[in-house]
């Protein structure tokens, strides 16, 4: 019997006059989504990933800003529609940046970062600590749009940013307002304060509330890491869109499985042994745009550790351990890949990959938190 996939209401938002389909984008993170790690999600997602966004890039320490310097600037034409994301708390600076990216590189959208808790830029008043100072954030805006009005009037600018510092001061309401009223032309709202950094669940019901009021598409963040919870983000919470980013490390397939559900397919399954057979992809990937055979060992463990934890051999607990130990305590790029032939040919045939078991992305105990925690 064919088996009806349900849909949610909206499959695609607009930005400006682009239709974005899927309606997913890969959140932006720093040290993870760089050219390699995306093309990764493209690959295995058949290229269907909706928005694509560069890690950020610090605007505050050039003295004229340089392109040359920000590695993270580099994208490839595959990769469109694709955004170019900037942080700082200078408003000159942050426009000239802005200018600069949009007249020489040409991305498809120069987003701002107000999201950010990491005490280096919170601390100094950029990322989310904006938040703290919305005159400087909309003076930010004002600029950056100004700027980019005067060299390039069909970049869109957009925004990313938290529900506000501390839960004594959630002020995102105040923070579309300003967007708004700045040109801003999408908001990705993270339902986390800055307070607690990547801790506890995303606060799903704020970003409904700027959903609601919003007249420019609003994206949910925090905790998507399933083609159910995306749905449920997008049909409960009335988003336009999810973005998706550590659940994108546990599951690099999640993007294509979307796009399938939201085709009326079928999301495809994946076989332990098939996810297993993403790191040497993901290597080939690394070494090809230049790294270090050190740096892409680096990038295959941090990959491991959240990829493997989706890992399930019914009744034996410790299996997602075993795979995980034994993958992360490899020494060289050798012994790493010795080691996944070895689990290939053993214990990945006994075992289920299923990733959208894990809710809590940050690593808390899985029995503290279960499947829907996140809604209640
Ligand atoms: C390692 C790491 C680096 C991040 N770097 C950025 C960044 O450069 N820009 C940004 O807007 N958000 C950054 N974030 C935040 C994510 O984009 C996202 O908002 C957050 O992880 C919540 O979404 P999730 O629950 O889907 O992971 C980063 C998050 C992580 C875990």
Redesign the pocket.
Known sequence: MLKVVKKPKRVSFRLRDREIFPNTIL??????TDAPFRRLCRVLSGNRMGLL?S??VPTDGDAVFRLDGHKQLKFFPEERPFGV?I?GRFPDKMAEAARKIAVELHPDFVEV?A??PAPKVAGKGSGSGLLRDLPRLQEILHEVRSALDSSCPEMPLTL?CRIGWDSESINVMETLKIAEGEGVEML?V?G?TRLQG?NGL?DWNWIGKVAAAAKIPVIG?????SVATARKCIDDYGVAGV??????MHNPWLFGQIADAWEGLEPKEISATEALDVFPLYYKFKLEDGSTELGAMGRLKQLAARLCKGFVLDGADDATMQVRQSLLTAQTAEEFFERLEELRNGLAKELRYDPSRLVN?NGAKETEIREGDQFS
């Not at 959140?27 to 993870?32: A, E, I, R």
């Not at 973005?243 to 994108?248: D, E, F, K, V």
Request: aromatic share 10%; hydrophobic share 30%.
């Open positions: 959140s932006p993170m720093d040290g993870v966004v890690e950020f994301q942080f970062n999201g950010c990313k990705t993270h986390r990547y995303a963040n925090g905790d998507v890491n973005s998706i980013g550590r659940g994108a992305l």
